[in-house]
């Protein structure tokens, strides 16, 4: 082990990388209730889904420990997951199959951007203020959905409903609102996997509330494995990704939502990256201009190559985009400093697979509040975009609160792009807008005109 992942010359030991590598899991481990119970929604097995993921999780993991040689996790993310269910399958009408075949295709396309020097053009085509928009806004939309699976907010209009808090009158709902308090107070307590003790708390609660049902069984039965087969490389064929291109006016859409998975997948990557790389000397500068070109000339260049491929894996298995987790900050401030640390978290996600009875008890009221807590996390960037400049402000804001309100994540950064182009050029600086962001809304706006006239 130690001549293997370097332990000596990285400062750690076997001891040190083992606890990190628990405390990595045990951070993130609340995706293998909360995808399953997403991805369900678009008409997939619960089941398959819940296996794809582990499995994503394990070989995506396992590709950063053994080819990258870092203590980072990777797993089907949050925002691209809400991505794949309520944006393409809910708002844009395609089947579960085709989305999985845009997961698939990103993977193939960030795996070629990574190894050219076609990621640098990229990453730096998107203007700072655009990107802090982008992530925070997707944190917002995960909290949206938290709030809504709850059942505590409503936005939708009707003869009988009207926008408004709920009363808090189920017990769904009052078992979500106990599971937000638990998990609020653990997270301020900066309580080590604060998310994945409320989720188990919540589900405990809910035993006698009658809102959690008892499994006849807490192993993995015939179903789960059936689930499996239905979802895995199911993209394959007339329905999948073949019948992706068939409509016409379907492709401007098909192409800015795998834009869109590539730049979410990128930034999320770099950002965790160099953000928890460079602090703890996992990375160095060196790696940072590693960027710039191509090839696998560095730690970093591998990690990123890792998360690409774990992509595409993760769509072959029958989940959505599995992306490098934030949450590995937490096993490097444990201590983590090789490939050793993500090897452990990988074999705890495949010892899960087995517990899928178990796992499965968990109600949504458990989970929904796992949502929000996650989307507090996530609008951080909003901080960093400078409000008092109007012409920042703008394009930031559409990115906000169209992907918000419109209940689609690939509406809100195609809001943003255009409102930027257009602030530009209102400024006389339209020769600053890159030719990535240009072609992005020349696609987003042909797209809605396209919807308009069809």
Not at 215 to 232: D, K, L, N, R, Y
Not at 300 to 318: M, N, P
Not at 347 to 367: E, K, Q, R
Not at 392 to 413: D, K, L, R
């Amino acid at each position: 082990m130690k001549d293997l992942f370097g332990l000596e010359s990285a400062g750690t030991n076997v001891k040190r990388e083992i606890v990190a590598g628990l405390t990595t899991f045990f951070t993130m481990a609340y995706i293998i209730f909360v995808n399953p119970n997403m991805l369900a929604t678009t008409g997939m097995s619960w089941h398959g889904v819940f296996v794809a993921t582990c499995l994503a999780a394990a070989v995506g993991t396992l590709i950063m420990a053994l080819f990258a040689n870092v203590p980072y996790a990777v797993a089907p993310g949050m925002g691209l997951n809400a991505l794949f269910a309520f944006t393409v399958c809910a708002a844009g009408g395609f089947t579960w199959r085709q989305a999985l075949a845009m997961v698939f295709i990103c993977g193939l396309i960030n795996i070629i951007i990574t190894v050219t020097k076609l990621r640098k053009s990229i990453v730096k085509s998107i203007p700072e203020s655009l990107q802090n928009a982008i992530g925070g806004g997707i944190g917002l939309f995960i909290a949206y959905l938290g709030l809504n699976n709850a059942g505590l907010v409503s936005f939708s209009v009707s003869d009988s409903v009207t926008p408004g808090m709920a009363a808090l009158t189920s017990p769904n709902l009052v078992l979500a609102v106990i599971g937000l308090l638990i998990m609020v107070i653990l997270m301020v307590m900066q309580v080590k996997g604060a998310i994945l003790i409320g989720i188990v708390a919540t589900t405990i609660i809910g035993i006698p509330m009658g809102v959690t049902q008892l499994p006849a069984s807490i192993f993995s039965g015939s179903e789960t494995w059936q689930g499996f087969g239905e979802v895995s490389f199911a993209f394959f064929g007339g329905d999948g990704i073949i019948s992706l291109f068939s409509d016409p006016s379907k492709i401007p859409f098909v192409i800015v939502t795998i834009f869109s998975m590539c730049l979410s997948d990128t930034f999320d990557s770099i950002g965790t990256f160099i953000g928890t790389g460079r602090k703890s000397g996992i990375f160095d500068e060196e790696d940072e201009k590693a960027l710039e070109g191509g090839g696998f000339k560095s730690r970093l260049d591998k990690a990123l190559v890792a998360d690409s491929f774990a992509t595409s894996v993760g769509a072959l298995f029958g989940t959505s985009n599995a992306t490098t987790y934030v949450e590995s900050s937490a096993g490097i401030a444990a201590g983590g400093r090789t490939g050793l640390t993500s090897l452990v978290t990988a074999i705890m996600f495949l010892i899960c697979i087995p517990f899928s009875g178990l796992i499965g008890m968990v109600p949504s009221a458990a989970t929904s509040p796992a949502l929000i807590v996650v989307g507090i996390l996530m609008v951080e960037p909003f901080a960093k975009i400078n409000w008092t400049d109007f012409s920042e402000a703008v394009p930031a804001f559409f990115t906000v609160a169209v992907m918000s309100f419109t209940y689609g994540i690939t509406n809100g950064i195609a809001a943003g792009f255009i409102m930027y182009c257009i602030t530009l050029i209102c400024t006389k600086k339209a020769k600053d807008i890159h030719p990535i962001i240009a072609g992005a809304s020349i696609l987003f706006l042909v797209d809605i005109i396209l919807k308009a006239i069809g």
